[in-house]
Nanobody, 122 residues
Framework: QVQLVESGGGLVQAGGSLRLSCAASGLPFGLYAMGWFRQAPGKDREFAAAIRWAGDNTDYADSVKGRFTISRDNAKNTVYLQMNSLKPEDTAVYYC???????????????WGQGTQVTVSS
């Protein structure tokens, strides 16, 4: 059974930073692309970032490019999202996702975590 468990969310002031983690189990982590999505209140879930299985290719939504960094540690079966220069509009539930390729994980991933809340105060 595949499990993706996010952690690291919380309340932060605008301009601050947070690092989210997603621990994966039940799948060959080193063979899967990983992604992060987010869903703000009253809005659809949207893509934020993705990383190839080898960590050598990443993709970002324009809204987070230059402020967020996705990375992974295949030895720990964990993917991270470093979020800097946070804005109130970054407030959302952040979800971890997994699938075989960056193209798929950034659009319609098969596996999802339960999400972690990030709140950015102004």
């Amino acid at each position: 059974q595949v499990q993706l468990v996010e952690s690291g969310g919380g309340l932060v002031q605008a301009g601050g930073s947070l690092r989210l983690s997603c621990a994966a189990s039940g799948l060959p982590f080193g063979l899967y692309a990983m992604g992060w999505f987010r869903q703000a209140p009253g809005k659809d879930r949207e893509f934020a970032a993705a990383i190839r299985w080898a960590g050598d290719n990443t993709d970002y939504a324009d809204s987070v490019k230059g402020r967020f960094t996705i990375s992974r540690d295949n030895a720990k079966n964990t993917v991270y999202l470093q979020m800097n220069s946070l804005k109130p509009e970054d407030t959302a539930v952040y979800y971890c996702a997994a699938d075989r390729s960056v193209a798929v994980v950034s659009t319609s991933p098969r596996y999802w975590g339960q999400g972690t809340q990030v709140t950015v105060s102004s």
